[in-house]
Structure formats: C-alpha cells, structure tokens
C-alpha cells in the first residue's frame, strides 16, 4: 500500500472515531471551479480533497474538478457559487473584495512579514473571522491556499537595493494599490494584461514586472527579462469556498466531513506550492538566471508606507491585529 494510500486510510479512521460516520445518507457530488490547470497546486490539492471525501464516505461524496476556466474566470465561478449551480470554487481573494471588503487588506505591499506569518494571520482569529463573513455573501469559506510571493524582474539589471528600481517601467495587474506601490519605490507601474507581457518586454513597452516564481518561469518570461529579485513585496493568500445554498441543505456529518478535509486540503496545498515554487527556481538557475535572495526589504518597506496608509486607511485595526500577530 502507498504512502498516500495509509494517509487516507488512517484519516478515514480518524474521522469515523471523531464524527461517528454513518454512510446511509444521499451521494453528493462537488462540483469545482478553478481557472487554473490540473498539475497546478490549487487544483491538485482539490484533487486530494475529493480523494479524502471519497475514502472516507466509500465513494458517496466525490469532488469534479471543473479546471482551466471551464467555467469561466473567477468572478462568474463565484457568481454561480453564490447562486447553488455551483458547489465551490477556489479564487483569489481580490475576488471576495466585494462581499467583504476588509480582504482588500490583504492586497497592500508588505501586510505580511514573511510565509509564517501570513499563515499565523490567515489561520487564526483574523483569517477565521473573515472567513465566518462571506456567509452574508452566500458563501461558507473553507480555507486559504498559498499563491506564492510576488517579486520583481526585469531586462536592464539587478535590482539589488531599492535605488535599481528607479526609472523602470514596470508591469503591475490593473489595481491601483500596484500601481502606486511601484510608484512609490521609484519605479514607473504600468497596467498591461498578462498575455500581452511577454511581448510588451520584449519591445521595450515595459522593462520587467512583477510575480510569483513559478509564474516567471512558466511564462518563460526569464527569456526576456533575467534578472530576478525576491523582494516578496506582495504575499496574496487565495481561499476555496463552497456555496451556502448548497451547504444549508447537507447534513451535518457532511459539513463535518468537509470541514475536515478543508484543513488537511491546505495543508497539502501549501507542501504542493512550496515544492513547484523550489522547482521553478531551481529551472532558472539551471537556465543561468541570477536569483537574488540577499535582499534588505527595510528600504521596500519603508518605501510604500504611505500606500498603506493611504489605500488602508479604513482596515487600519485590522493591520494593526495583524501587525502583532508573532
């Protein structure tokens, strides 16, 4: 029997000596939604999820995962999550802005400190608490996954200090805060569509941008631009969520069980990110690109203080619980 195959099983114990399982209640299948493709994190850990429920309940409770936007982007993912056609969906939590607007929090440069700590954040009270709100949007949150840090790279050189950003157009997503975050630490933000990137660096419209390591090499956009700096300016959990509508109607077993395999689905996500993102840097290294990991954030930080300050204004107790969280 495989590793993976005793984890299940010695979960499924777990949870029918915890909850007290009975399998006489009505199959039920999860529909998922997720924009990105099966092999990515998000929905191999989905993968796993329906793999628990399906061992645990003997093939009542099964999960389809809908990837590549099958069913359109997120918004309207969410939409049909909101309205019960959908049973979940995983997002980024730009997403959720609308149905609760403390998630724009999580969006500013520099909210977390590190990894560890956006994870203390986002499963304690804080995260729990923002959690616990969607449900006035029709949404029962589930968890949050990783989506890696986002750094900088570009054509012209290494961006060692904060000075080497001065002067470089710069790529950002279509959001104000990103605009100005760049902005501020000298650089020139410019909103381009991520399928125009490649090309726009290439052409000299912009001089780099800014994103996750396995992005940067999946985009191969280490062709272009070589330089690549890990400044972590930007750490944006994503979350899964699963719809109301549907959840009221279920069982309590199976809102245990779900719950359940929730935790240990992010569990299994974030091993799942932190393998792709080591594999992705170990590529670039092997293709001859500099990663510079020796950075003094202190100078970044500083930087978009007034970002922070002007766009998080309205979730200043929020940053300020968050900030003490050790």
Known sequence: MSNFRKRLVTSAAAVTAVIGVSFSASALEIKSSDVHPMGYPT???????????????SGRINVKIFHSMQLGGEKEALEQTQLGALEMTRVSVGVVGPIVE??????????FRSVDHMHKVVDGEIGTSLLN????????????????????????????KIEDLKGLKIRVMQNPIFIEMVNAMGGNGLPIAFNELYTSMQTGVVDGAENNPPSYESGKHYEVAGHYTLTEHLMV???????????????????????????????????????REQKSLDLLRSKGIKVITDVDKTAFIAATASVREKFGAKFADLIKKASEVK
């Open 43 to 57: 929905t191999d850990a989905i993968q796993y999820m329906g793999e628990l429920l399906n061992t645990w309940t």
């Open 102 to 111: 403390e998630f724009n929090a999580f969006n500013l440069p520099y909210f």
């Open 133 to 160: 709100k969607l449900e006035a949007g029709g949404l029962i949150g589930l968890g949050y996954m990783d989506a890696g840090s986002r750094s900088f790279y570009n054509k012209s050189h290494p961006i060692a």
């Open 237 to 275: 959990p994503e979350i899964f969520v699963f719809s109301k509508k549907v959840w009221d109607t279920l069982p309590a077993m199976d809102q245990q069980l779900i719950r359940k395999a929730s935790v240990m689905t992010v569990e299994r996500e974030r091993e799942l990110w932190a393998a």
